[in-house]
């Protein structure tokens, strides 16, 4: 019933995460109105995406393509002797805006979920190990995310470190209630992790 061009637009943009039938719709639509050089843009954009990005081999942070490795790594002033694990190269970015955080970084490419398929050997604990070696890291910091898969992940990487590094300082995030949330609506592993990290007042 519709063109052909729009159809495969709104087909295109369905396949997204998060993006259902009817907002397929409004953003093909809105794209169609809009000034042609919005489209143009975009589909430039994404033509370059796959050769113009990739991923650091030390760190398996994103990477501009001609770049040989990450800027945070490379760069002199960055104490490569600590190490912040996270499970996507994205949350590298969320802990840069804090300005408050001077080491390096260790992408693990997601966390432990059988449901979803993703074992340890899928992800780069190996690369993790030969970097607390090969930098003579004193601190890993894990800054998995606060989920099932996350808080597995983060104790599996706890065992596998101190059991080759058992003089490595291995040192988790603050975890607990986010300020401005009622008790009534933080999850269980919130109010958990809140309770078990208490403080004195």
Do not use: W
Not at 33 to 59: M, Q, W, Y
């Amino acid at each position: 019933m519709l063109p052909k061009a729009l159809q495969n637009a709104i087909d295109a943009l369905g396949a997204l995460p998060g993006v259902g039938p009817r907002t397929a719709e409004r953003y093909a639509y809105y794209l169609f109105r809009a000034n042609k050089n919005l489209s143009d843009n975009i589909s430039k954009s994404l033509e370059n995406l796959h050769s113009g990005v990739k991923s650091c081999p030390v760190t398996f942070a994103l990477i501009d393509g001609s770049e040989e490795v990450s800027p945070l790594y490379d760069d002199p002033t960055r104490d490569k002797t600590t190490i912040l694990v996270v499970e996507e190269p994205l949350d590298i970015y969320a802990i840069e805006q804090t300005k408050g955080y001077h080491g390096t970084y260790h992408v693990l490419g997601g966390a432990i979920s059988p449901i979803d398929g993703i074992t340890p050997d899928q992800l780069h604990i190996k690369e993790l190990l030969s970097r607390v070696e090969n930098d003579k890291a004193k601190e890993v910091i894990i800054a998995t995310n606060p989920s099932v898969e996350g808080e597995s992940t983060a104790l599996l990487l706890q065992k596998t470190l101190l059991e080759k590094y058992p003089k490595l300082k291995i040192t988790r995030l603050a975890r607990g209630l986010p300020l401005g949330v009622d008790l009534s609506y933080a999850d269980q592993i919130t109010l958990s992790a809140a309770l078990e990290n208490r403080t004195n007042l």
